[in-house]
């Protein structure tokens, strides 16, 4: 039992069941306690691993789409470059590193980094001071008076959702309250949803849907600002379309765990619903485009970079490198669960890798 589950339980006696976000919020980011405050989840010391951690190809090619990105919007100096949630900072290298080659795009680059955790800001600084980075707690204080080339990977999956499961034309909420004296998550009494009244038309009873407003602000944030002065932003995640079903996942040294057993011990996501964010984003004269990981890595040349860096490499090195391009292209593994999501200015190319 944890010091956060014992919180949690008070909180509940309280004031009543918690819903899913409030949850997830008190898990991840409690102050004190929270997953993501206290530790570097990342690796294979940690809880999991994500694509950038897993081989420095996946943050070069995206800092060589970027900066193409950049490029066909007429190279605008200067321009902010953010990252939300950048880990510990390995994707954000590799990219900058990659697009060095790009003849003004570092001296143009002023670089932004949203992030919650104190101890993750830390391995930023380590690697990235070369580029000074300001921080922020959130997107809303990112400069909003130049063109946004922006990048967020495995960002918007821990941000808190909300669950309803279908009942006749109402919905019950996923709430979290105690069940004999232990965390457990329960339904309320169906009620209308107005935010769900789209849904109506393609669930039936018993079917499960979330949903996440911090998403559709944060995508609304970045929207406004690359429909008002240009940019680009990529959007990595797992997820699909349109949700449905229960994708809440606690993860703990690399399995999956009961998300209620021990709050602030484990990672908790949920997949996330891009049909959501593209509509967020579409106010902002913006357009959309989403195409799955793998697809997007192999328009971007990822085999023949694989293939350049293999030269390089033997014995269990060569193999890992050939397991690592594998791990993030292959359908059965990342490369069709993550799917990348980019928004850019209506009259823009969309950025390569998104154009067919
Ligand atoms: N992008 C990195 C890390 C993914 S883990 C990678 O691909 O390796 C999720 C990241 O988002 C972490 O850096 C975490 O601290 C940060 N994060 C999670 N919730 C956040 C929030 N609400 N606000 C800001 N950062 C958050």
Not at 127 to 135: A, F, I, V
């Amino acid at each position: 039992m944890t010091a956060l589950a014992d919180i949690l339980k008070r909180q509940i006696a309280t004031t009543g069941p918690l819903t899913l976000a409030d949850y997830m919020t008190s898990c991840l980011l409690h102050p004190v306690h929270g997953y993501y405050t206290t530790r570097d989840p990342l690796g294979a010391q940690g809880d999991f691993t994500t694509a950038p951690e897993i081989s420095q190809m996946f943050g070069e090619l995206i800092g060589l789409c970027l900066a193409q990105t950049w490029l066909d919007q007429g190279a605008p100096a200067p321009f902010i470059l953010a990252e939300l949630g950048p880990g510990r900072g390995t994707l954000m290298a590799d990219a900058l590193r990659a697009a060095h080659t790009v003849p003004g795009f570092h001296a143009a680059a002023q670089l932004h980094l949203v992030e919650a955790s104190p101890t993750l800001r830390r391995e930023q600084a380590s690697r990235l001071s070369d580029h000074t980075p300001t921080w922020h707690d959130s997107i809303e204080t990112v400069p909003d008076d130049a063109p946004l080339f922006l990048i967020a990977n495995e960002f918007f999956d821990a941000l808190p959702i909300r669950q309803f499961t279908r009942d006749g034309d109402g919905w019950r909420e996923c709430v979290v309250g105690l069940s004999q004296g232990t965390l457990a998550p329960g339904l309320t009494d169906p009620a209308p949803q107005d935010a769900l009244a789209h849904r109506i038309p393609d669930t039936t009873d018993g079917d499960i849907v979330e949903t996440c407003s911090p998403a559709l602000a944060i995508t609304a944030a970045i929207a406004a600002r690359i429909g008002g002065h240009g940019g680009a932003a990529l959007l990595i995640d797992y997820g699909d379309w349109r949700s449905l079903g229960d994708t809440l996942q606690a993860l703990e040294h690399h399995a999956t765990a009961d998300p209620f057993a021990n709050p602030g011990q484990a990672d908790l996501t949920a997949h996330v619903d891009f049909e959501a964010l593209a509509g967020a984003a579409a106010a902002f004269k913006t357009h959309s485009k989403l195409t799955p990981q793998g697809v997007f890595l192999e328009r971007l040349g990822i085999t023949q970079r694989a293939q350049a860096l293999a030269q390089r490499l033997s014995g269990s090195a060569l193999q890992s490198h050939v397991a690592a391009h594998r791990r993030l292209t292959h359908p059965a593994e990342m490369g069709s669960l993550f799917k990348i999501l980019a928004l850019f200015p209506k009259g823009a190319p969309p950025p390569p890798g998104l154009n067919s």
